[in-house]
């Protein structure tokens, strides 16, 4: 049985005596520190400041120009960076260099024989320096709100088409060559579709002639011009840049002709950096917020004129409105920054040519527009401090068919994790007994990293739960029922191993349809039978045996009596239980048809957890609302195996809270027997 003990008397009465007289450990009495290493990787901290706050704690920071003195140990050095990693290179310049090795990184000396003293650095960096920043998400909405005055008034004239009423000898409506359209003379530009306005037309005046009199006005409102979010950390700049670039020339002139022409680019949009600051308990954020808005005014373009008044260039005149201020608010509380005001006005004469410039009977052939614009801009800023245990949050995407990832000819599927598809395990997760378990453990493995992977700690380590893996299964399961993934496999595609009789211990593909059909038809078919047919699979992965190597995958066969679903449930249970002392198994019973599409699921669950890598999707944290899970592509001609793992996901999509509650109990008992008569074990005790 493996103990973790506290060094003993003598090493530390060695260690004290090497220090006090300045002597290496390995010229005291002939002992000899083994002195082990590790890379710490850093997720949130830099290592020069991790290195300055682990030396308040009394940790040791070594030079990294100099050996580690084994005397001092456990030595923290913070790995040099290199001067090869930017990360995002200025894409005009020659592509730089870059390092592999990564950075942000801790090298951790200690004393093999102490590895407590280790842990202790290890808890410290975890618990108390690299830790995250909080998450908010700043949402911002830019409103427009315009007060329009818009007065238009014209005559349309056009000459009658010939209706009724009207002399068949019109001189006019002959040289129309027959033709049965009107020559309109002039004709005053429409207002907008939808737009309110006067229409009145007076037929046959001067018998000749249609006149028809518009009128319009219009009035403006609000309108919302950008409404972007996005997700920072607290005390980060984030900065939103919704913009175009506008050309500008820079002509140079000799004798009124272009010698040059170049172009530089004048930025109009809206601009906004906020950075916002958290308060302890997260309930108010203090903000910085730099905020402008420019925009191009109409009508106010200047002109470069050359010879006989032709237009050479313009450039384009800029109303810019900026606000600079600070602000603290209440989380999910809208903040208003408005007052930024803008006025202008343009006027536009339309007219029929020539008879437009005639005097005072001109005035019936024109039409005078004009607008006066006064524009508000109001910003609303909105920050959101997200929680830090829930998946959800206000920057998650509602849950919807449109984030699923579907039909793409080259890239792999993938459906979104709805709140349907999960469910409410706080019972288990939040259970007060089951966090002091899994607290004991990590303090194991973070004193002894290489048990982190070893059974039992693997089951409780970094919030894991005993027997999670079977309620993910059944989630999954939930998944595909929904999606009718089914429906796509033929059961006539599906295999399984059987030993071949004609060549000794070879192993020979069976389909499973066409075996059905010759030992167990009822299978094929909707109604129970009252028998079931009983794949088992016995688990060889662990052995060490050659000849065992080829045995997991051919199942033992055999039909027994299954009168109902209560007694189909216990054969799975009582076949599927563990056996200490014999290899593991892995059963299937299949009924009729319905078992078939159970089956069928289950190799579908088998490729989906294969492709999000069984130990990432199979923990229930990570199975969450939001995430993106890869689905297998699957066609109708693909032939599918069935084997151990098809059938631990089988009987896992029925009976996952009995798999649940058998892991629960015998992981725990086999934690408490490696704890018991260690340091840590008095962590389990208040857990009885």
Same mark, same amino acid.
């Given at each position: 049985?493996?103990?973790?003990?506290?060094?003993?008397?003598?090493?530390?009465?060695?260690?004290?005596?090497s220090?006090?007289?300045?002597?290496?450990?390995?010229?005291?009495r002939g002992? *000899?520190?083994?002195?082990?290493?590790?890379?710490?990787?850093?997720?949130y901290?830099?290592?020069?400041?991790?290195?300055?706050?682990?030396?308040?704690?009394?940790?040791? =920071?070594?030079d990294?120009?100099?050996?580690?003195?084994?005397?001092?140990?456990?030595?923290?050095v913070?790995?040099?960076?290199?001067?090869f990693?930017?990360?995002?290179? +200025?894409?005009?310049?020659?592509?730089?260099k870059t390092?592999t090795?990564?950075?942000?990184?801790?090298?951790?000396?200690?004393?093999a024989?102490? /590895?407590?003293?280790?842990?202790?650095?290890?808890?410290?960096?975890? *618990?108390?320096?690299?830790?995250?920043?909080?998450?908010?998400?700043?949402?911002?909405?830019?409103?427009?709100?315009?007060?329009?005055?818009?007065?238009?008034l014209?005559?349309?004239?056009?000459?009658?088409?010939?209706?009724?009423?009207?002399?068949d000898?019109?001189? =006019?409506?002959d040289?129309?060559?027959?033709?049965?359209?009107?020559?309109?003379?002039?004709? =005053?530009?429409?207002?907008?579709?939808?737009?309110?306005?006067?229409?009145?037309?007076?037929? &046959?005046?001067?018998?000749?002639?249609?006149?028809?009199l518009?009128?319009?006005? *219009?009035d403006?409102?609000?309108?919302?011009?950008?409404? /972007?979010?996005?997700?920072?950390?607290?005390?980060?700049?984030?900065?939103?840049?919704?913009?175009?670039r506008?050309p500008?020339?820079?002509?140079?002139?000799?004798?009124?002709?272009?010698?040059a022409?170049d172009?530089?680019? @004048?930025?109009?949009?809206?601009?906004?950096?906020?950075?916002?600051?958290?308060?302890?308990?997260?309930?108010?954020?203090?903000?910085?917020?730099?905020?402008?808005?420019?925009a191009?005014?109409?009508?106010?373009d200047?002109?470069?004129?050359?010879? +006989?008044?032709?237009?050479?260039?313009?450039?384009?005149?800029?109303?810019?409105r900026?606000v600079?201020?600070?602000?603290?608010?209440?989380?999910?509380?809208?903040?208003?920054?408005?007052?930024?005001?803008?006025?202008? #006005?343009?006027?536009?004469?339309?007219?029929?040519?020539?008879?437009?410039?005639?005097?005072?009977?001109?005035?019936?052939?024109?039409?005078?527009?004009?607008?006066?614009?006064?524009?508000?801009?109001?910003?609303?800023?909105?920050? #959101?401090?997200?929680?830090?245990?829930?998946?959800?949050?206000?920057?998650?995407?509602?849950?919807?068919?449109?984030?699923?990832?579907?039909?793409?000819?080259?890239?792999? +599927?993938?459906?979104?994790?709805?709140?349907?598809?999960?469910?409410?395990?706080?019972?288990?997760?939040? &259970?007060?007994?089951?966090?002091?378990?899994q607290?004991?453990v990590?303090?194991?493995?973070?004193?002894?990293?290489?048990?982190?992977?070893?059974?039992?700690?693997?089951?409780?380590?970094?919030?894991?739960?005993?027997?999670?893996?079977?309620?993910?299964?059944r989630?999954?399961?939930?998944?595909?029922?929904?999606q009718?993934?089914?429906?796509?496999?033929?059961?006539?595609?599906?295999?399984?191993?059987e030993?071949?009789? +004609?060549?000794?211990?070879?192993?020979?593909?069976?389909?499973?349809?066409?075996?059905?059909?010759?030992?167990? /038809?009822?299978?094929l078919?909707?109604?129970?039978?009252?028998?079931?047919?009983?794949?088992?699979?016995?688990?060889?992965?662990?052995?060490?045996?050659?000849?065992e190597?080829?045995?997991?995958?051919?199942?033992?066969?055999?039909?027994?009596?299954?009168?109902?679903?209560?007694?189909?449930?216990?054969?799975?249970?009582?076949?599927?239980k563990?056996?200490?002392?014999t290899?593991?198994?892995?059963?299937?019973?299949?009924?009729?048809?319905g078992?078939?599409?159970?089956?069928?699921?289950?190799?579908?669950?088998?490729?989906? =957890?294969?492709?999000n890598?069984?130990?990432?999707?199979?923990?229930?944290?990570?199975?969450?609302?939001?995430?993106?899970?890869?689905? /297998?592509?699957?066609?109708?001609?693909d @032939?599918?195996?069935?084997?151990?793992?098809?059938?631990?996901?089988?009987?896992?999509?029925?009976?996952?809270?009995s798999?649940?509650?058998?892991?629960?109990?015998?992981?725990y008992?086999?934690?408490?027997?490696?704890?018991?008569?260690?340091d840590?074990?008095?962590?389990?005790?208040?857990?009885?």
């Amino acid at each position: 049985m493996r103990k973790y003990l506290s060094p003993s008397f003598t090493s530390l009465f060695l260690i004290l005596v090497s220090t006090l007289f300045g002597q290496n450990a390995e010229n005291t009495r002939g002992v *000899e520190i083994e002195m082990k290493s590790e890379r710490i990787r850093l997720s949130y901290v830099d290592p020069s400041r991790c290195a300055q706050l682990l030396n308040f704690y009394g940790i040791n =920071i070594g030079d990294p120009k100099k050996p580690i003195d084994p005397t001092q140990l456990p030595v923290v050095v913070a790995v040099p960076e290199t001067a090869f990693h930017e990360t995002i290179p +200025d894409h005009e310049k020659v592509f730089p260099k870059t390092e592999t090795d990564p950075i942000n990184e801790l090298l951790l000396f200690f004393d093999a024989a102490a /590895p407590e003293k280790a842990g202790r650095v290890r808890r410290i960096i975890q *618990e108390q320096i690299d830790l995250p920043a909080r998450k908010i998400m700043i949402e911002a909405m830019v409103l427009e709100i315009s007060s329009q005055a818009l007065d238009q008034l014209g005559v349309e004239w056009d000459f009658n088409s010939g209706g009724e009423g009207i002399s068949d000898n019109n001189f =006019i409506q002959d040289k129309l060559d027959g033709t049965n359209d009107s020559l309109v003379l002039g004709k =005053i530009a429409y207002p907008a579709a939808g737009s309110a306005q006067l229409d009145a037309t007076i037929t &046959n005046v001067f018998r000749e002639f249609n006149v028809r009199l518009q009128a319009l006005v *219009e009035d403006g409102s609000a309108q919302v011009l950008s409404r /972007p979010s996005v997700l920072t950390l607290d005390n980060r700049m984030a900065f939103i840049n919704v913009s175009e670039r506008i050309p500008i020339a820079n002509t140079k002139f000799v004798k009124d002709y272009v010698s040059a022409v170049d172009f530089r680019d @004048v930025v109009a949009g809206i601009q906004l950096a906020v950075r916002p600051r958290i308060n302890r308990d997260g309930t108010e954020v203090s903000l910085q917020i730099n905020a402008a808005v420019s925009a191009r005014v109409p009508g106010k373009d200047e002109k470069v004129l050359g010879k +006989d008044s032709i237009v050479l260039a313009t450039a384009p005149t800029l109303s810019i409105r900026e606000v600079k201020t600070y602000a603290r608010i209440a989380n999910d509380t809208p903040f208003i920054v408005g007052g930024l005001i803008a006025k202008d #006005s343009e006027q536009t004469i339309r007219k029929v040519p020539l008879l437009g410039d005639i005097p005072f009977l001109g005035a019936l052939f024109r039409s005078k527009n004009e607008t006066g614009q006064k524009r508000e801009v109001i910003i609303v800023i909105t920050p #959101s401090v997200l929680p830090e245990d829930s998946p959800v949050h206000a920057g998650m995407p509602k849950d919807d068919d449109l984030f699923d990832q579907f039909g793409h000819r080259l890239f792999r +599927d993938a459906y979104r994790i709805r709140a349907e598809d999960t469910f409410d395990l706080r019972y288990l997760t939040e &259970n007060k007994g089951l966090q002091q378990l899994q607290s004991a453990v990590d303090r194991v493995v973070t004193d002894h990293p290489q048990l982190s992977t070893e059974y039992p700690y693997e089951k409780f380590a970094h919030d894991a739960v005993p027997g999670e893996g079977a309620l993910v299964r059944r989630q999954i399961y939930e998944v595909l029922k929904r999606q009718q993934a089914s429906d796509v496999l033929d059961v006539e595609k599906l295999i399984f191993f059987e030993k071949s009789k +004609d060549r000794g211990d070879g192993i020979k593909v069976r389909f499973l349809a066409e075996y059905l059909r010759d030992v167990a /038809p009822f299978v094929l078919a909707k109604k129970q039978s009252g028998k079931a047919f009983g794949l088992c699979f016995r688990m060889h992965r662990n052995s060490l045996e050659i000849n065992e190597l080829l045995h997991e995958p051919v199942p033992e066969i055999k039909i027994v009596d299954c009168p109902d679903d209560q007694a189909w449930r216990s054969l799975l249970l009582e076949s599927n239980k563990r056996t200490p002392g014999t290899a593991a198994k892995q059963v299937i019973f299949l009924r009729n048809l319905g078992d078939l599409n159970r089956l069928k699921n289950a190799i579908l669950m088998k490729k989906i =957890i294969s492709l999000n890598a069984s130990d990432y999707i199979l923990k229930l944290k990570n199975f969450t609302r939001g995430r993106l899970l890869r689905m /297998p592509t699957v066609r109708e001609d693909d @032939v599918e195996l069935i084997d151990a793992d098809v059938a631990t996901c089988y009987y896992h999509s029925e009976l996952y809270y009995s798999v649940l509650e058998e892991s629960l109990e015998s992981d725990y008992a086999a934690l408490k027997k490696v704890l018991s008569g260690t340091d840590y074990e008095s962590a389990l005790k208040e857990t009885r």
